[in-house]
């Protein structure tokens, strides 16, 4: 390979109709480019005849025949889409993930698609920041078992078949931690917080296989991550063994020199490569400059070399040599019954039902007449951030008001808007109110629409836009029966009217079957099991709230004035992490341990403890639970976390029916990464409180101690 093309490797390039800082690929730029072996890797084109219309170019016309790899955000869905993926971690079953990726990988791949820019693997305590709807929330790992469920699920055992794609785990790293929730802002943390919270779930995608990582926008202790050789191959490529490639994100090499990093392209190129970015996507710093910089021995030519490897590795393993070709007649034109099914049930699965007074919920299907009302009552727009655009024009949400009626034919159904999703004009609240006067019960269904959620849509005040609560209290005061519906991206402040409620069901952005799946749970047809993977603020001056939060030396204690909490308000969040409701309701048995005491070294040397439960369905319909387990290190050489999350069961069960559930605790559960820029994992002696319990509240312990 000349210099020339092993630089048009690193090269990645987007489709024309792309948008975004960093400027769009003409359709002519990347013919010629393929043509010339000067590209390695196309993103957001697909579609089998297109794919392949570039696919013949570089492999036919090259000088070498390098395949392209096709890339594309598939991130909750490609044809089918499912929920996002903030509500699929609410389902507390990465099985509720795998499916997505699966069916996603199947219908991608016959599209021409080789790899998925998912999944994001990014843990983050800030519901203003927009993308906390792609990510699963605040906890480390909850995000790393649904990190590694999603990777399965996209790549399977073989990345040559025709229904696997390759996936990346974005954005390395602590992406999420951006002050004040604003996107691309900066990100200072210890080594520590880095390794305990925000690098677990990259080591979980790793661990399952994930072919690819993408850098973030983000400085990480000043550094940007593309410039940043402690993560990209410190961490990354040598204490890991990562032997896959990184790809920049959008036009992030070239930011290294907005951030200050890079006096020009030439040098942000240079400290991008040699940090240990491989592939370039968008910017084309490497192809412009990478020629002299070796010349004049700025870039190492093992480096280069190394960069190249590691993407035709990927290629190979894809398959692409031998089989370049997508098969135009086997592509999947759209959603079938079954992925409907599947993303039907994914998303009741990942509602949480966070109210429900007076036995409110489930609706009767015999109900007389149904008011539906709210801007998001009767619309298709409810797929959620990252839904593909083509999808999203093709195949909208199923709305609310037609699944309604569907599920109660024999009742009187109306609609009435009432407000618009955004704005001040409340004219439409009287004929709402009307609706509601004249209904058995009333489903206001409100909410954020996507495009307040996602990339770059940080929100200052995360409370309903517009007027929406307005029309809460309008139905409200018509004293008449209603359960409010949330689509939504984000946690949100929901005080303001959460009183006047009697039943809350936090429906997220559901994907293409939210109507269905919303009228599913509202019936009752399918349980709510989902629960809370964030904490919801009661304010957002209450933000970071979140339950594995430290101690403090002054931990708050009500009425006492010298601790750490606000005049203004309680200490804890309006709901918080692990919470929700059923539709019956359970005991939860204090744990069990196998037993009180270990030996430190017989944890390193893999034994385990087991802390068990029974869980009992003490009420009269069938439902679902998920049982959590949480440690404390109660005292250690870094302040710990008063909680993590160490397990979790979600389990079906039948009235009266009871189960034990089982978890194992090992070193890895108990220890923490210590300050040590090299990586130090430490399991100290002494006494752990483990608690069992619904949600991260969870009172009932026990004390195990580590010698
Ligand atoms: C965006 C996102 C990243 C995405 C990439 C390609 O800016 O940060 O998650 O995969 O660009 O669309």
Not at 222 to 239: C, D, F, M, S
Request: aromatic share 8%.
């Amino acid at each position: 390979m000349t210099v020339e093309e092993k630089l048009g490797q690193l090269q990645q390039l987007a489709g024309a109709w792309e948008t975004g800082p960093g400027g769009n690929s003409t359709k002519n730029a990347v013919e010629s480019a393929a043509r010339a072996g000067r590209l390695g890797s196309v993103l957001s084109a697909f579609g089998a005849r297109s794919t392949n219309a570039l696919q013949r170019i570089a492999v036919e016309e090259s000088r070498l025949g390098i395949p392209l790899l096709f890339g594309l955000d598939v991130i909750h869905g490609f044809w089918t889409t499912f929920p996002i993926p903030l509500a699929q971690a609410a389902s507390f079953d990465p099985g509720v993930a795998r499916t997505d990726a699966e069916v996603s990988a199947q219908e991608a791949r016959a599209n021409g698609v080789h790899w998925t820019f998912a999944p994001m693997a990014d843990v983050t305590r800030e519901p203003r920041w927009g993308r906390v709807a792609e990510s699963c929330g605040e906890d480390p790992y909850l995000t790393a078992e649904f990190t590694a469920a999603k990777v399965a699920g996209y790549q399977g055992r073989d990345l040559r078949a025709k229904d696997r794609v390759a996936a990346c785990a974005k954005h390395f790293v602590a992406y999420g931690g951006a002050e004040g929730g604003r996107d691309y802002n900066t990100v200072d943390v210890s080594e520590a917080r880095l390794r305990n919270l925000y690098l677990p779930p990259f080591r979980a995608a790793l661990d399952a296989g994930a072919a690819t990582v993408m850098a973030s926008f983000n400085t990480v202790g000043g550094v940007p991550a593309h410039g940043n050789a402690h993560a990209l191959t410190e961490i990354l490529k040598h204490q890991w063994g990562f032997d896959g490639f990184v790809v920049s994100d959008w036009n992030g090499v070239r930011e290294l020199v907005a951030h200050g990093f890079a006096e020009d392209d030439a040098a942000a190129a240079r400290l991008a490569l040699t940090a240990g970015v491989d592939m370039e996507m968008v910017s084309t710093t490497l192809r412009e400059h990478g020629e002299r910089l070796l010349r004049e021995g700025r870039i190492d030519a093992g480096r280069l070399d190394d960069a190249v490897a590691r993407i035709l590795r990927l290629k190979f393993t894809l398959g692409l040599f031998d089989d370049p070709y997508a098969d135009e007649g086997a592509a999947v034109a759209g959603p079938v019954p079954a992925t409907r099914r599947a993303a039907r049930a994914a998303a009741a699965r990942c509602m949480v039902l966070l109210k429900n007074e007076r036995g409110t919920l489930p609706l009767r299907t015999s109900v007389g007449s149904i008011a539906v009302v709210g801007p998001f009552g009767d619309s298709g727009d409810l797929l959620g951030t990252w839904a593909v655009p083509a999808a999203a024009a093709k195949y909208p949400s199923v709305r609310v008001l037609d699944a309604v009626r569907r599920a109660a034919p024999g009742a009187r159904v109306t609609y009435a808007r009432g407000v618009a999703t955004e704005g001040g004009d409340t004219r439409g609240i009287r004929a709402a109110v009307a609706a509601a006067r004249a209904a058995d019960v009333t489903v206001v269904v409100v909410g954020e629409p996507p495009a307040l959620s996602g990339e770059a849509a940080a929100r200052a005040d995360i409370g309903l836009p517009g007027v929406q609560e307005r029309l809460i209290e309008a139905v409200a005061r018509t004293g008449r029966p209603f359960v409010v519906v949330l689509v939504n991206g984000r946690p949100l402040t929901v005080g303001g009217w959460l009183d006047s409620a009697p039943a809350v069901l936090e429906a997220w952005h559901p994907g293409v079957e939210a109507g269905n799946a919303i009228a599913d749970v509202l019936f009752g047809k399918v349980d709510p099991g989902g629960r809370l993977p964030v904490s919801f603020p009661r304010a957002v001056g209450q933000i970071p709230v979140h339950y594995n939060h430290e101690s403090t030396g002054r931990p708050y204690a009500a009425g006492v004035k010298y601790t750490s909490g606000y005049l203004d308000l309680p200490p804890d969040p309006q709901f918080a992490f692990g919470h929700g409701l059923s539709y019956t309701t359970f005991r939860i048995g204090a744990p069990r341990l196998s037993r009180a005491s270990v030996p430190a070294r017989a944890l390193h040397a893999g034994d385990t403890v087991e802390v068990s439960a029974t869980v009992t369905n003490t009420g009269a319909h069938a439902g679902d639970e998920v049982v959590q387990l949480y440690v404390h290190d109660v005292a250690a050489s870094i302040a710990r976390p008063v909680r993590e999350l160490r397990g979790f069961e979600r389990v079906t069960l039948a009235p009266g029916a009871t189960r034990t559930v089982r978890f194992r605790l090992g070193a890895r559960d108990l220890g923490f990464w210590t300050n040590d820029p090299g990586g130090v994992f430490r399991l100290e002696e002494g006494a752990f409180d483990l608690y069992v319990g619904n949600s991260s509240t969870a009172t009932a312990k026990r004390r195990l101690t580590v010698t």
